[in-house]
């Protein structure tokens, strides 16, 4: 299973920024897939995730600019940053995850790079 996190780069702030992750291989049981995020320094934060089912799911950290959404084809996500911030930049990476309980698996993307000039 391979995921691929693109969209990031140089944005200013106040703009919004479309992330996207693609997962490919493999894939059975699919129950969620997340977005996390690395800020320089800092350990890595769950910024949200998505069930198979639709439904999401943001840490209380989180204020209401993100929004995470299926993609359109299956096993993506995407994620939106509305009104983007400095302290937003970081590399953000997906995470998707099969089944429950013990049999969870967790696969990770290389992530992308996302900086906020202010």
């Known amino acids: 299973v391979q995921l691929q996190a693109s969209g990031g780069g140089l944005v200013q702030a106040g703009e919004s920024l479309n992330l996207s992750c693609a997962a490919s291989g493999s894939i059975f049981n699919v129950r969620e897939m997340g977005w996390y995020r690395q800020a320089p320094g800092a350990e890595r934060e769950l910024v949200g995730t998505i069930t198979s089912g639709g439904m999401t799911k943001y840490a209380n950290s989180m204020s209401g600019r993100f929004t995470i959404s299926e993609g359109n084809t299956k096993n993506t996500v995407t994620l939106q940053i509305h009104s983007v911030e400095p302290e937003d930049t970081a590399v953000y990476y997906c995470?998707?995850?099969?089944?429950?309980?013990?049999?969870?698996?967790?696969?990770w993307g290389q992530g992308t790079l996302v900086t906020v000039s202010s």
């Open positions: 995470k998707l995850t099969t089944d429950w309980g013990p049999r969870a698996r967790h696969y």
